[in-house]
């Protein structure tokens, strides 16, 4: 079963940093697509950073180039989104996506099968 669980959210003032962790099991990490995704309250989700087997990162979002970054450490099953530079505007709330299937990145949240709870980011000016 596969299993998706996001953590390291909290409240951050402006230009402050943040780390989210997606830890992700149940499946062999040798194709994968793990993008993280956010909604703003009132907005719709949208795609911010992938990391993929095939094509390492891809960025989504041209207002986090700079500031955000995506790793990982394999072994653990861990994805990691690195967030400095945060702004009030960055407020949302922050999901890992899975889909193991995947090799390249992709934006449509419609391409990824496992999702986490969430995990809440509030920036404060």
């Known amino acids: 079963e596969v299993q998706v669980v996001e953590s390291g959210g909290g409240l951050v003032q402006a230009g402050g940093s943040l780390t989210l962790s997606c830890a992700a099991s149940g499946f062999p990490f040798d194709e994968y697509a793990i993008g993280w995704f956010r909604q703003a309250p009132g907005k719709q989700r949208e795609a911010v950073l992938c990391?993929?087997?095939?094509?390492?990162?891809?960025y989504f979002q041209n207002s986090v180039i700079g500031r955000f970054t995506i790793s990982s450490d394999i072994a653990k099953r861990l994805v990691y989104l690195q967030m400095n530079s945060l702004m009030p505007e960055d407020s949302a709330v922050y999901y890992c996506?899975?889909?193991?299937?995947?090799?390249?990145?992709?934006?449509?949240?419609?391409?990824?099968?496992?999702w986490g709870q969430g995990t809440q980011v509030f920036v404060s000016s």
């Open positions: 990391l993929s087997s095939a094509t390492n990162y891809t």
């Open positions: 996506a899975v889909d193991p299937w995947l090799s390249l990145c992709t934006a449509d949240e419609y391409e990824f099968v496992y």
